[in-house]
């Protein structure tokens, strides 16, 4: 019964959706004020449908009822009751369901917040993100119903969840990716209303602003959790594999950086305003081609959903609609009349129009090397495979380039920033970083030799330095070097030090870990010991355990350092008895300097087992950076100028520019 | 040496030293082992879901493997290795796929793009400056005494 | 008139991510047809390498490709661990009664369980190649069984076949070009 009633609440949601699109719109024409408020509480009669239909799938679950399709495929009695309630969103039409969720959970914030708004522009806004809602309510129902039922025999047991994402991480991780793929349809709905109504002021950047940022920190916060959780339960000790399905989280998320600084441009000085909008339609877009992508089965990835040509169908027709229909809107409407105001030589306009430029080529070139083997294919020239290595040679050097404008972010200011001025800032900082970078590296190997001394780690460590220390240079000026001045710095300016900074500590851990990554691959008796990296490792034996659902091996290895043991690490191989699958779980000793990891590779025979070591230098600093990064975004969205209705005048002047002011 | 310990990798790290234990892959010669780590990371599984020879544990990728170690024993260089797989398996297994007439626009366009994006910047930038020095300097101030009334008129709403 | 022309050419300008994404979505669409994991055959029009390997029913007796080359021939790739062969071992059996000329290459199996296999379920290999390592799979670029080539009688692979060949393959994609080569011998 319950099952029934999630369904009927997802069809009550597609009408409400319905009317949301098209009421407001038809009322922001003919001047209906009745028909434009109607949005703001459909908005809100949506989100309660489908969070209604989605807590009757959780249910399902929860009660094992296995007479629903989607809930015998990915789940059984004796999944632990946690991974019950994530296998909701673990396959396709689950997380769908929260994918509409959340968007629908984004309109409704929209409604609630859209007070001081002019209700033309709410309503527009609305009835757009009715319409996404619309297009998802249908793809559900028509094509991944997961209400479906398996009558008239259900099974008696269901199959199971993948072992791989039974695990915290798909607990945490697709909502705070969906929370930011879907929060970018808020920008995308402003800048459609925007096109619109032909009005391009800073109003609708303003607007938009604190939305861009939100959906920033939730998408940066998920990738980064994705890329731990592959590090830690793909077994590899791998972190970032350029996986189609990564790229499609990351090509939304280098189009939303160049969004957030181009706003910045826009708001402030109505600078780039087509750039804007054409940004905040393309992130959005991604964010829909990396759904295409991911369900449509068109490529093939590690983590791609169970595909199904019908759906790819639908979802090319959607996106077809969405974003063939906005560019059409964009071409036709778009502002083409250049802005009265103007900026000359190296300033802040200057240097946000150079970093677009470097984040959206990274963007064009994750997106070529993403789809040319399916153009190769289409074009009939071969099967060609595109991977880590040509992401790599190009990406190295953008965010290279990236880095260094970068350092300069904070002593820009807008209209004319003297180049003079900006290069005797840099001289301390360069100094600094170059002496620190060549020396740093000396002090990293114990026995100095040309072979050991790594070009990465010095590329690496001037880089990072080069960020810190311009940002701390501007930190120290803006301050005068007083504690108590700090606390008048804006929460904007506090949110663009600490996310160039977390790039710096990302930056850190890619770097260091790739160049001083040490690995060694052995098969090992009881008792046999092995040095690495200067750490030794004694197998101690295998012994089986008994898992909730599954039976291990499970490994034990003492690691020790100068004598002292200083961790026990069990690395286990699971088999799941539902399924058969079997899973490498490693063991990690993490800290900030260094990670020590154990996989437990295949049985050899007499006890035998083969087993892979590393210890992997700086590479918490890859996700601690991720965090920094969202935290910085975070600081920017709480700004106080958000909140305020009347603004400070003129305080892009005095408090000596800041990029998100 | 102080910061020895902040750095947590003290011995050498390029090798690793053995009690008892066996490389799981022995060459004869230990330089092979860097350009093995190499080839198999950078070629593919040709039956699994995007993964490198290196990571994958399918039986083929295992075979792979020991034909890459026979190959590298024979003093085959990489091209020839590569070119051995490649005339088996196709290009497919090339994560780094070569620059011939199927890819010169996956290698050419990001360079490209760059080019572009940047002259556009440039172009962009030196079109506001033409526009300063072009106009009298009162119909500027003018103007961007407008725009900033506007604007804080704007803010005040 | 210059003003006018300059916006025409912005306005025009505004057309291009419009472009770019229609050329996008026709590439989306026509790879919806395409199955990405099917690796293209490098060997088609390549003569069949060269191999020495013992037989499956007779340690002793070492076969090489002369063996293989001389007449229209369907070389299949199979092993008792492959679930899929077992589907295809019926039509197999149904080819080889209507005289066509089946090698087998027992790939990566075991000889005993290998042969007990046949014998209960019908052998319709004149010979079969055991190949237990998997050397002769790779140069053939095997990733998986079943396989099936088809090779005309000197020699050359004529087509490839990834996967089960059951009545609808043979017939679209055998059948044809089998006739042909047979005409061609006689």
Redesign the interface.
Known sequence: MTVELGHIALIIALCLACIQAVVPMVGSFSGYTHWMRVGHSMAVGQFVFVALSFACLTAAFIQDDFSVAYVANNSNTLLPLQFKISAVWGAHEGSLLLWALILSGWSTAVALCSGKLPLILSARVLSVLGAISVGFALFLLLTSNPFDRILPIPPLEGGDLNPLLQDFGLIVHPPMLYMGYVGFSVPFAFAIAALIGGQF???WARWSRPWINIAWVFLTIGISLGSWWAYYE?G?G?WW?W??VENASFMPWLAGTALMHSIAATEKR?VFR?WTL?LA??TF?LSLLGT?LVR???????H?FASD?ER??FI?IF??IV??GS??L???R?P??RS??????WSRE?ML??N???L??SM??IL??T????????LD??????????FNI?FVP?MSGLMICLGFAGFTRWKNTEGRALLHKGVIPSIVSLVMAFV?PM?????LSW??YSLTAVVTLLLVLWVVTMSLEDLWLKSRGKLSSLRGLSGSYWGMLVAHIGLAVCALGVGLSTA?D?Q??????P????????YQFQ?VGVERVQGPNFIAYRGNVEVKSGGELIVRLSPEKRNYTSGGQVMTEADIDG?L??DLYVSL?EPLGNQAW?IR?Q?K?FVRCIWLGGLLIGLGGLLAALDKRYRRR??R?GADESSGGLVFE | ?R??W?????????T??????????EFSDESLRSRYQTLI??L?CPKC????L??SNAPISKDLREEIQRMLEQKMSDREIKYHLTSRY????????DVNK??Y??WG??FA??LI??L??LR??RR??I??GSLDKTV?DQ??RI?ELL??G???K | MKVVGG?FL??LA??L??VL??A??I??????D?D?????SVLVGEPFPSFSLPALHDADKTLDERDVIGEVVLVNIWATWCFACRIEHAMLNQLAEQGVKVIGLNYKDNREAAITWLNERGDPYAFSVFDERGRLGIDLGVYGAPETYLLDATGTIRHRRVGVVDDRVWNNEFRDLYAQLMAVQR
């Open positions: 002021d800073s109003a793909l590899w791998g594999f996986d189609p109505g087509s054409l339609i393309l877009s295409f449509s089965g068109i490529l093939t990835s590690v791609a040509p790819g169908i090319l996106l077809g974003v063939g560019l059409l964009f071409a036709l778009g083409t009349m009265v105001t103007t900026y000359s030589g200057t129009l150079i677009n430029v470097f959206v080529s064009a070139m070529i090397g789809l040319y083997p399916l153009l190769a294919d289409v020239m071969g099967k060609i495979s595109v991977g880590p290595p040509y190009f953008l740093l002090f990293m190997v114990d026995k072979s050991n001083y040490a060694t691959d052995l098969r090992m008796l008792g046999d010991k092995t040095e690495l990296g200067g197998f800290q300097h260094r590779g083969a070591f210890v230098p009347r603004l005048k | 040496m910061l020895r902040s750095m947590g990798l003290a011995v050498a790290l390029f690793s030293v053995l009690f008892g234990s066996e490389n799981l892959v990371t950078e593919r879901q995007n993964q490198n290196a990571d196709s290009e497919f297994i090339l994560y780094r796929p199927t890819t626009l996956l366009s990001p793009i760059l994006g940047l556009a910047a962009l930038n506001n400056k526009d300063v500027i103007e961007s725009a604007k804080s704007e803010d005040d | 916006l912005n306005r505004l057309f991510p419009l994404f229609a996008l979505t590439v989306l669409l026509l790879g919806l395409k990405p994991s099917e690796l293209p």
